[in-house]
């Protein structure tokens, strides 16, 4: 399935992200485009995860924003240590549904009602290493670019189609 698709459903979605999962990724977007973070959805990481949210600020801090839609959600991950790698801040986000005491407390945490989004717990800051941030700031551009490319060729093809 490709990543950017020219129906009118939300872009970088794969069939693994529920509706309610889709409503925290919004109003999380919205609260970050708002402290000036450059967003990425669904971005595969050197190690083979993908980070439901990348986020590189102004500073080139790099975040990674994992969204849980459910308590079985959180349950069934083992894979979030993993994530601490790859950025100088992680964060748990969910909505107001799921009690935010279930996450782990050495994470930043955002709630999201799927119209906006409030960070209710900082993360601590784990500076990653230069080379590292060089590599994933690198990923970041070039699938930034790709998916910019891949959006503009289809809206190119659906003109020429009208």
């Known amino acids: 399935m490709p990543i950017v698709s020219p129906h009118p459903e939300p872009t970088l979605v794969d069939g ?6 889709m409503l925290v990724r919004r109003g999380v977007q919205r ?15 050197a190690s083979g ?7 590189l600020s102004e500073k080139g801090e790099i ?14 991950d083992n894979k979030w240590p993993d994530y601490r790698q790859h950025c100088d801040r992680l964060f748990f986000a969910t909505h107001p549904g799921v009690p935010v005491d279930i996450f782990p407390q050495d994470c930043g945490m955002m709630l999201s009602d799927g119209y906006d989004g409030e960070i209710i717990r ?3 800051e784990h500076k990653l290493a ?6 994933l700031t690198l990923r970041f551009a070039r699938a930034s ?12 093809a659906n003109e020429t189609q009208s």
Request: aromatic share 4%.
């Open 16 to 21: 693994r992200q529920s509706e309610r999962a």
């Open 31 to 45: 609260l970050l485009r708002h402290h000036r973070h450059a967003i990425l959805p669904e971005l595969s990481l």
């Open 49 to 55: 995860r993908r980070a439901d949210l990348i986020t």
């Open 63 to 76: 975040w990674i924003i994992e969204i849980k839609s459910s308590i079985e959600d959180l349950k069934a």
């Open 122 to 124: 900082e993360a601590p």
């Open 130 to 135: 230069a080379a590292t941030r060089k590599a």
């Open 145 to 156: 670019a790709d998916r910019l490319l891949a959006a503009e060729q289809i809206a190119y």
